[in-house]
């Protein structure tokens, strides 16, 4: 069987452990792209990437490179290309310089590439992945955002936390919008089945929850430079793989809505289905009042910055 190829569009701090993890799971061979002044920059993390090879065994190849036509062919694109936040700042901040980029990036995939299945993470991430969508023309199963995956992960991690229990059991869900407004479903939060609700005060989960929604702000704030980078990339690399490998995975990501939750035509995060046709499907499910509300709420953030775009 021919190897898969992943491009990854941004070789900073997501892509470069993007690259990791991809080789490290086998999915295929990665290039890692990035602008003239940052090629050096991604061929010596590719090159370093390749005498890891030896000590874990893993037989693909990683390449860095500044010429879009190295991507021809590739099956999956994450995109990380743009800047990251700074402390004081919302991933909204990030829309001016970072729309211009997506432009960019999205014409030469749509050029080098126009069978993959891309995936964005750079911020503002909703406003991105639109702006992906509707630059490039792609059919909308094969353009997602990677936000709920992560907003999830942080969710998740927070509840083993304060449990103390295995993170592996923790299963929740974060909708809508990758900023302050989303949406953690704690109702249907369950440790191995049993269901949060029980195992933790409504006073604690109520933190909980406004902790998951500053979650990224909250190392932003340490780093002072930049932003997180391990836990995106694992998200993203879950996602190319239950793509790469048809696995079916439910996992919550900004997919196109059309009329899905009451939205009609922006990418907000719902639970997704991923396999080999791309997102395959969304779950829908039936929110509560307030849940639903917040979905509205988060919806107008999104619509908001989306409008920005004046796409
Ligand atoms: N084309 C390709 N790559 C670009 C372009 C471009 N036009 N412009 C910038 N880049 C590259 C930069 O050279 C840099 O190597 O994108 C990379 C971004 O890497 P980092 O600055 O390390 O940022 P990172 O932490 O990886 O985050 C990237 O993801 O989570 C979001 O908010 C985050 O928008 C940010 C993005």
Same mark, same amino acid.
């Given at each position: 069987?021919?190897?898969?190829?992943?491009?990854?569009?941004?070789?900073?701090?997501?892509?470069?452990?993007?690259?990791?993890?991809?080789?490290?799971?086998?999915?295929?061979?990665?290039?890692?792209?990035?602008?003239?002044?940052? $090629?050096?920059?991604?061929?010596?993390?590719?090159?370093?990437? #390749?005498? @890891?090879?030896? /000590?874990?065994?893993?037989? *693909?190849? +990683?390449?860095?490179?500044?010429?879009?036509?190295?991507?021809?062919?590739?099956?999956?694109?994450?995109?990380?290309?743009?800047?990251?936040?700074k402390p004081g700042m919302d991933r909204e901040d990030l829309l001016g310089i970072n729309l211009g980029i997506m432009k960019d990036v999205a014409s030469n995939v749509k050029q080098?590439?126009?069978?993959?299945?891309?995936?964005?993470?750079?911020?503002?991430?909703?406003?991105?992945?639109?702006?992906?969508?509707?630059?490039?023309?792609?059919?909308?199963?094969?353009?997602?955002?990677?936000?709920?995956?992560?907003?999830?992960?942080?969710?998740?991690?927070?509840?083993?936390? $304060?449990?103390?229990?295995?993170?592996?059991?923790?299963?929740? #869900?974060? @909708?809508?919008? /990758?900023?302050?407004?989303? *949406?953690? +479903?704690?109702?249907?939060?369950?440790?191995?089945?049993?269901?949060?609700?029980?195992?933790?005060?409504?006073?604690?989960?109520?933190?909980?929850?406004?902790?998951?929604?500053?979650?990224?702000?909250?190392?932003?704030?340490?780093?002072?430079?930049?932003?997180?980078?391990?836990?995106?990339?694992?998200?993203?690399?879950?996602?190319?793989?239950?793509?790469?490998?048809?696995?079916?995975?439910?996992?919550?990501?900004?997919?196109?809505?059309?009329?899905?939750?009451?939205?009609?035509?922006?990418?907000?995060?719902?639970?997704?289905?991923?396999?080999?046709?791309?997102?395959?499907?969304?779950?829908?499910?039936?929110?509560?009042?307030?849940?639903?509300?917040?979905?509205?709420?988060?919806?107008?953030?999104?619509?908001?910055? *989306?409008?920005?775009?004046?796409?």
């Amino acid at each position: 069987m021919a190897k898969h190829k992943i491009a990854l569009i941004g070789g900073g701090q997501i892509g470069g452990n993007l690259a990791l993890l991809a080789a490290q799971k086998e999915l295929g061979d990665v290039v890692i792209f990035d602008i003239p002044k940052a $090629e050096g920059m991604v061929k010596g993390k590719a090159l370093d990437l #390749m005498q @890891l090879r030896p /000590h874990d065994g893993h037989d *693909v190849t +990683i390449t860095g490179t500044s010429d879009y036509s190295d991507i021809s062919g590739s099956d999956v694109i994450i995109i990380t290309a743009g800047i990251p936040r700074k402390p004081g700042m919302d991933r909204e901040d990030l829309l001016g310089i970072n729309l211009g980029i997506m432009k960019d990036v999205a014409s030469n995939v749509k050029q080098y590439a126009p069978d993959a299945f891309v995936i964005v993470i750079s911020n503002p991430l909703d406003a991105m992945v639109y702006a992906f969508h509707k630059v490039s023309g792609f059919a909308k199963n094969k353009v997602v955002g990677m936000a709920g995956a992560l907003d999830s992960g942080r969710f998740r991690a927070f509840i083993a936390m $304060e449990t103390g229990y295995s993170v592996q059991d923790v299963t929740c #869900m974060v @909708l809508g919008g /990758h900023g302050d407004t989303m *949406v953690p +479903i704690t109702r249907l939060a369950t440790v191995g089945g049993v269901p949060v609700t029980a195992l933790i005060s409504p006073e604690r989960l109520k933190e909980i929850e406004d902790r998951t929604r500053v979650a990224g702000g909250e190392i932003v704030k340490l780093f002072g430079n930049g932003s997180a980078f391990y836990a995106p990339a694992q998200s993203a690399i879950e996602m190319a793989e239950s793509y790469l490998r048809d696995k079916k995975r439910v996992i919550p990501c900004a997919s196109l809505c059309e009329g899905e939750f009451g939205v009609d035509g922006y990418f907000i995060g719902v639970p997704s289905v991923i396999g080999s046709g791309g997102v395959e499907k969304v779950l829908e499910f039936t929110l509560t009042d307030d849940e639903q509300a917040e979905l509205n709420n988060t919806l107008d953030a999104v619509k908001k910055t *989306v409008g920005e775009t004046g796409l």
